[in-house]
């Protein structure tokens, strides 16, 4: 019986060691994938007249990118922005209205949703959207043979189809976070004025004197990183299909594991060092 158990722990033991390793590896390849697309397309710009051609091509399709990830992503942002800052306020107003603390109505808001929820629910909308799309995408790329037709015609993919999608993807998280903001905390006002009627511009004020500079630097920094992690790591999925497309379905979702997981340690470790920033 002793035997066996032991048997069985150190199989599970190992299970646990390969599946560490497997991930391990697959960050390692991702990362370099990425640094490779960076680093070609820097590339590019020694040669700029040459390369012309493939640098407008690039720039093109960055602003098709940021099109379909941030200006298509626009009206749903807002709207869960709405409903988030309205469900959000109430019961903060509520509560200080109730013990005469309505001013930091504006502190809290900032905290919670400028700082906290903005970025994250803003980085899950675009797994939601983007990233499953990408890894959909670049996945039936593999199995059609696309890639390889790039490769053998000379194209560097990595420049074409891996770097705009990457950098689009900063730049729209990026905006769609302030957009999170801009709505989520117009619909605190409306909402809070119905409890605790005051001007807008008290409002305002109120948002200002509380909002600091770590707030912004933090929020931007959450941004970056999510997007990062979600479009490499989307995009790294999609390739890693190899022959059948019953493979896409199963990398996208776990492209958006990954993602999810990711961005969720990203955010916590962003909040803790500002957090102990802040305190030190």
Request: hydrophobic letters at 50%; a positive charge; aromatic letters at 14%.
């Amino acid at each position: 019986m002793m035997v066996q158990i032991r048997i069985y722990t150190q199989s599970k033991v190992d299970e646990v060691a390969l599946s560490f390793f497997e991930n391990a590896r697959f960050l390692h390849q991702t990362m370099y994938l990425t640094y490779l697309a960076f680093r070609n397309f820097s590339l590019l710009f020694v040669n700029p007249l040459e390369n012309r051609g493939k640098i407008i091509m690039i720039f093109k399709t960055l602003i098709m990118q940021i099109y379909f990830t941030a200006n298509q992503s626009f009206l749903l942002v807002s709207f869960i922005a709405l409903i988030t800052g309205s469900l959000a306020v109430l019961p903060i107003s509520t509560g200080l209205t109730l013990f005469g603390q309505a001013d930091l109505v504006g502190k809290i808001l900032i905290a919670v949703i400028s700082r906290e929820i903005a970025p994250l629910f803003t980085a899950f909308i675009i797994i939601a959207r983007s990233g499953t799309a990408i890894a959909s995408e670049l996945g039936n790329m593999q199995v059609n043979k696309e890639i390889d037709s790039l490769k053998s015609l000379g194209i560097d993919y990595t420049s074409f189809i891996i770097f705009p999608r990457i950098l689009s993807g900063i730049v729209s998280l990026i905006c769609l976070n302030y957009v999170f903001n801009l709505m989520s905390l117009g619909g605190a006002y409306v909402v809070s004025n119905f409890i605790h009627p005051f001007s807008f511009s008290s409002y305002l004020y109120s948002l200002a004197n509380y909002l600091k500079p770590i707030d912004i630097i933090t929020a931007f920094l959450k941004c970056i990183g999510s997007a990062f992690f979600i479009f490499s790591l989307s995009i790294s999925w999609g390739l890693s299909v190899k022959k059948s497309s019953h493979e896409v379905p199963q990398v996208t979702s776990r492209a958006v594991v990954w993602c999810l997981a990711t961005v969720m340690i990203w955010n916590l470790l962003m909040s803790l060092t500002s957090y102990f920033g802040s305190i030190a």
